[in-house]
Every structure is written in C-alpha cells, then in structure tokens.
C-alpha cells in the first residue's frame, strides 16, 4: 500500500476519547505525520467553547472523518450529530443561529456545499444567521472516492451569494486563526478545508483579517495567488523557479468573498498573475481574481485549476500530479504564463 | 413550565379569525393577488396561537424566554402581518404598503424586516428544521420555551420535513410543536391525487411524535389541542394535525382549485367582505357525483 492510499484509509479513521461515538475506531491523534497535521476542527472549537456558551457544533454522521468528536468529547451537550441529513442540520442550525447561538456545522464540502447550497443561501446568509458551515475534505481530496465526493465547484456556487463570507483554511494553524476570527464575525461563513492533513504553510497561528490577503513571499516577475491546499504547492514551485533566476511572488488569498481587490492590483506591478486553486477553474479564485482585473490594464494572466470535467479517480497525490495541481505542475504552467509576458 | 392560562373567550377568537380573513382579503386587493385560501384554512389555528397560547410580549420581540412561532408555509404570511400588527409588534397603518416596492411585506415573511417575526421562510420544506434547531438551542440554554412550526400538507412531500421529523423524534424534542394544516390540496390539486401522504397519525407517530388529530375550524376542539400539550409524554415532539377546508370561510373559495392565488375586484370584493362579516357558515361539500 502506498503512503497516499494510507491516507486515504484514514478518512473515516476518528480520534475518540471518553464516550466512543463510533465503533472499532482507532486512534491516531498525537501520532501525525511530520508536517501532516492532523484536523484540528473539533480541538479549537472545542477550546473556543470553553469560554464560550453560544458555541454549538454539528456535524451529519461524520465527527470521525472531521475531527468534531474532540469537541463532542469535551461539551457533549452542546454536540448534535444530525446524521446523514444534512439539509436538516444547516436549517437547524440557522434556526439556533436566531436563538442567539452561534453553530458551528460540519461535513464534507460536497454535502453541505453543493448538497444544501439552498439551505446555506436561504436560511443561513440571507437573514444574516451566524452560522458557520464548515466544508472539510474539499477539493479532489477524498480521491478516489469518486465525483460524488468531491467539491471543484464550491466556491464557485457560494461565492454568488450575498451576505455569505465565504473562505479557505490553508491549514492547520490557519484554520484555528479562522476559527477563532469567525466567533464574533457579523455574517454567516462557509469555511472550506481540506482533508485534515493539509501540508504546513504557516508555523504559528497566523494574524488573520477576513478579506485581507496574506503575502507569504515577495517577487518581481509574477505573482501567483493561490488557496487551500495550493498554497504550499505554489511556495514551493515559487522556490523551484527562484533556482532557476525566476522571483515570484506568492499570496494566500484565503478570502474569496470578500476578495483582497488591493492585493490583487498591488500584483498587477509584478506583470503577470497565475491563481491556482483545488477547484475547477470556472467561477472560483480564479475568476474572483479575473473580475477585479477588469479594471486594470492588460497583464499577463492565467487560472489554473481543475479543468472543466470531472476528474479521474485515484489517490489524491497523483490526481495532484495529473492535473499539475503538485509542485512540478505549478512551476511548469507558470513557467508557461512567464513565456507569455515576454 | 411557566405558561399563560387560555383566557381569551370563544367568540373573541371567532372575531379574530373573521378579521385574518378580511385581511388577507384587503391586503390581498393592494397587492393584486393573495394566497387566499391557504390562509383562509389557517385562520382559526393562528387566532388561537396568537392571542390564546404563545408566550409572548410583543414590546418586547427579543425576550429569549418567548415562545417562538415558525410559519413553514409562508405564502399564508398575508394572514399573520394582520395579527402581528394587531397585537402591537408594528404600526397597522404599515400594513397599507404590502408588497409595495421596498415594503417590509412581501408575499412570504422576512425575519429582517418585519418586528417580531422568528423566522423568514418561503422554500416550502424548511421551517420544522427551524424548529428543530430553535428547539435544541432553547434546550441548550435552559429555558423552556415552545417552538411552533405551522406546516402546510402540501409542503409534506419535501424530503427534509422527514429529516426533520426524524430528528426531533430521536432528539426527544418535547418543547417542539407542529401543526400540519391539513386542508386537502395543493397548487395541483389534491394531496392524496398529487402526492400521497397518509395517514399523517401513524407517520409522526412511526418517528416518535405524540399525535393528535382535529377539526382545525373549531376553535374549542383546537384549546383542547393545545391544552392537551401539557398533558402529553413529555419526552416526545408534538404534532397536531388539524383537519381543515382550503378557502374556508367564503364558499366560492372552499376546497377550489382556483384560488390557492387570486384577485377580488370590484363587487366580488364586497360580496366576500359581506359574507365574511356574517360569519362563518357550516361547510358543505359539493356532492361526488
């Protein structure tokens, strides 16, 4: 078996302490893998709550796979698993949002973004609920799980919503600057994540401002904005062509509604810009970034994505490498976008 | 639990009633169109909700402890801006600007801007997940407020009512209450023609609920209802399925197909007024042939 296929294995491979919610699960908290680190949805939470009564977190038959059962096991009374209905739990959640709570509901993005896109506009962003749907495992990252597991148009869907902020946990300790951010943030929030083993970008909890982009590496030749898992790919494809006498600029657009438009621009000196993004590549990063440069003149540009199809199946690191989403594919497609500017 | 005695006399709520229907009828003619009879069915049970059963202090819209009310089938919105108005939670002379450009009224209910409201709702299907939550968050804070969910029978067929169901039965959801306005049909015609969904007793009650079932026009057989929630086990939700006639109240509208929306002008205006004031006259069905 190979590393990756391991990975798989354990999505559905939960941390239980005190009342086992599931059977025959093992635990793998404490064990991660170096610069793998393991979800730490249900621990913040679960911290933040401490001191927080409004705190409530659901999740829909998956607090294994998403690490909430860190929470359950520490405020199981303000833990509701709605099972496998998750229209139910985003509904239900706007409804103890107006009961002055502030839930925190989570599964993967497939199932509550795409699945109950309806109950997220309708019910959550339109009467302004504080509620936080939390959309783990985005992307291609289940694998091989197939088309009906993945999320390449999340974004895409809910970015088209008012009053919807809509953002991207690069990883762990970026996820818990989120987290601890949206307690008191005025809007309800989709927070996109990926499968919990997101390589490290940001070694201590980063300052966060919704909205505000983060520059993690300065460049003249071009800059590349990327998000969620592609953030690490494209620090080290930014590091790949500074070898080869290429500066590249790289920016963690986290925030896609509302989108860094000053960063954006503030890019446009570098001459040209590739976002890159676990996504498909209509209505995403991408095109957010593609709308605020209708207003500045022509620069070299380039959205790269997933292509507009359904993706293969098969092990997360190779649907990487097949669609050039990996380091090497990174550095190449921007290396092509570099040929264009001359 | 702390609740109101009913003390608001029969007749009184039949006036309450009579004046949700000439209501809807009014706002109906500024508008241009009106969920007449879907609110028509309804108009007994609000009454009694209203101004006989729910906890509430309309100065006060906020109070935490209130009982919170979930209209689910919202198209009979027309029919609780009148009450809302009359009890003090706004101006009635607002009510003038319904469906107006920039009205705080539209023809389905909007929490943000109407004072009072507990919840917007018009995606029929919605509003007992709602409930559900609103039931939970009151559980995890401590207070005992009710949570009531008016379901239309149409609305049934929506797969996330069975969520819903299904949840607040296992959650043991005993501070949750659903009254189905089972008035027989839908836009296309009737429910058990469209879409089958008897016998209502036994599927609540297959999920855990406590049932009760009544004549949704009679409003001594809707207090028994409501009294009987305090009676009931108390570890379950509760649902009262009230039996009802789409356009009660105006015999041209009663069980007809053709005014789910409609628009009275000119002397059928009046003439509907008219026999709404004289009241309420015994239902009878048109013959099967």
């Keep these: 078996m190979t590393t990756d296929m391991q990975d798989e294995s354990e999505i559905f491979r939960g941390t239980t302490t005190g009342k086992t919610l599931l059977r025959n699960s093992r635990s793998v908290r404490g064990t991660p893998k170096a610069g793998m680190p393991a979800f730490v949805l249900g621990e913040e939470l679960a911290d933040i709550a401490d001191s927080d009564p409004r705190i409530v977190v659901g999740t829909a038959d998956l607090a294994s796979a998403n690490r909430t059962n860190d929470f359950h096991d520490r405020h199981p009374d303000r833990f509701v698993n709605f099972s496998i209905a998750e229209r139910n739990m985003i509904t239900a959640a706007a409804g103890m949002a107006s009961c002055g709570m502030i839930p925190y509901v989570a599964t993967f993005a497939s199932f509550s973004a795409i699945l109950a896109a309806e109950q997220i506009r309708t019910d959550c962003a339109y009467p302004n609920m504080k509620v936080r749907v939390l959309g783990s495992h985005s992307g291609m990252s289940m694998g091989f799980y197939g088309t009906s597991h993945h999320a390449l148009e999340d974004l895409a869907m809910l970015r088209c919503m008012a009053e919807l902020t809509v953002v991207c946990a690069t990883d762990a300790n970026h996820l818990r600057a989120i987290l601890r951010a949206s307690v008191e943030h005025p809007k309800a929030m989709y927070i996109r994540l990926g499968r919990g083993r997101d390589p490290v970008v940001y070694d201590d909890v980063p300052e966060i401002e919704f909205g505000r982009a983060i520059r993690l590496r300065e460049g003249t030749d071009l800059t590349i904005i990327a998000c969620g898992s592609q953030v690490r790919a494209s620090l080290d494809a930014a590091e790949k062509l500074a070898k080869e006498g290429v500066s590249v600029r790289v920016v963690d657009m986290f925030s896609i509604d509302t989108i860094d438009a000053a960063e954006v621009k503030a890019a446009a000196e570098t001459g040209a810009i590739l976002t890159v993004e676990e996504h498909n590549v209509t209505g995403g990063l991408g095109s957010a970034v593609a709308e605020v440069l209708l207003d500045l003149p022509r620069i070299a540009f380039r959205k790269h994505g997933v292509p507009d199809r359904y993706v293969e199946v098969g092990p997360p690191a190779a649907l990487y490498a097949h669609y050039r989403l990996d380091v090497a594919g990174v550095a190449e497609v921007a290396k092509e976008l570099m040929a264009r500017k001359g | ?289």
């Design chain 2, 1 to 289: 639990m702390n609740r109101p005695a009913s003390n608001m006399g029969l007749p009184a709520l039949e006036d309450r009633a009579k004046f949700i229907r000439k209501e809807t009828v009014r706002l109906s003619r500024i508008a241009g169109a009106g969920h007449y009879s879907s609110t028509f069915s309804c108009a007994e049970l609000l009454a009694t909700l209203y101004y006989d059963q729910m906890r509430i202090e309309p100065g006060n819209p906020d109070w935490p402890a209130r009982d919170r009310f979930v209209m689910s089938k919202g198209h009979a919105a027309i029919g609780l801006y009148p009450v809302m108005a009359d009890l003090g939670y706004f101006d009635p002379s607002e009510l003038d600007t319904y469906t107006r450009l920039g009205s705080k009224f539209g023809d389905h209910p909007d929490m943000k801007k109407v004072r009072g409201l507990d919840f917007s709702s018009g995606s029929l299907g919605h509003g007992l997940s709602v409930g559900v939550g609103m039931a939970l968050a009151g559980r995890m804070q401590g207070l005992d407020f009710r949570t009531y969910v008016m379901l239309g029978d149409g609305e049934l067929s929506e797969g996330q009512i069975w969520e819903a169901v299904n949840s607040a039965g296992h959650f043991g959801l005993r501070n949750l209450v659903a009254i189905v306005d089972r008035n027989g049909l839908s836009i296309d015609g009737h429910t058990e023609e469209v879409m089958s969904i008897e016998p209502l007793e036994e599927r609540f009650a297959a999920f855990g609920w406590e049932v009760q079932r009544i004549d949704g026009h009679d409003l001594q057989a809707i207090r028994d209802a409501f009294d009987a929630l305090e009676r009931a086990d108390r570890g379950k939700p509760q649902v009262i399925i009230a039996d009802t006639v789409k356009g009660r109240g105006v015999a041209r509208m009663e069980m007809s197909l053709d005014w789910h929306v409609g628009n009275l002008v000119g002397e059928d205006y009046d003439d509907v007024m008219a026999e709404l004031d004289a009241g309420l006259k015994p239902y009878e069905p048109e013959a099967v042939e």
